[in-house]
């Protein structure tokens, strides 16, 4: 027998794609009565770019800085969110029922996907592939596969069409 969707953990990088695959979450909720989680991953600076940025500025200072910066963006990106889903979800507000949480952290894009899902107890993850997010990196790809080696559950890893879209999840 087939578990019951309850619970979905949409992943997004904030690409376009990204936002296409939003739709397939809204979809996959409806058809099973289920809830609805967005998740963005913040990455951290990489070894590299602190070593870079640590030349010119202390390191209280860089912690400082980091953590107002984080604070911020997080907000941002939560605000982001909750208008994109608004915006998408505008002729059916019952379908803005089902998102449950808009979650934002700071990780390993991969690990942090994981993690939330577990801790939400999330039945199906579905995100984008080959997204470019705010950071310009390919982050749906590597990241997708990350994940797909090592979930107990099923992912969705939503294709953008060939043809444009006029999805997008707007400035941050």
Known sequence: ??????????????SKNSAYAFRYAVNTAQQHDAKIHLLHVIEPLSPRDEA???AYI??????????DATENLVQRI???????????????PEAMKRVFGIHVVQG???????NMSDKLGSDIVIMGTHGKGVIGHAFLGSVAEKVLHRIRKP?????L????????????
């Open 78 to 92: 939560e605000e982001r969110l909750k208008q994109f889903a608004e915006r998408e979800l505008k002729d059916d």
């Open 1 to 14: 027998m087939i578990p019951k969707i309850q619970t979905v953990l949409y992943a997004t990088d904030l």
């Open 108 to 114: 390993d894009p991969a690990t942090e996907i994981l």
């Open 52 to 54: 870079l940025v640590l």
């Open 161 to 172: 069409p060939k043809e444009d879209t006029d999805i997008t999840l707007g400035e941050i």
């Open 58 to 67: 202390d390191k209280k200072e860089i912690d400082r800085r980091h953590k």
């Open 155 to 159: 992912v969705y890893i939503i294709p």
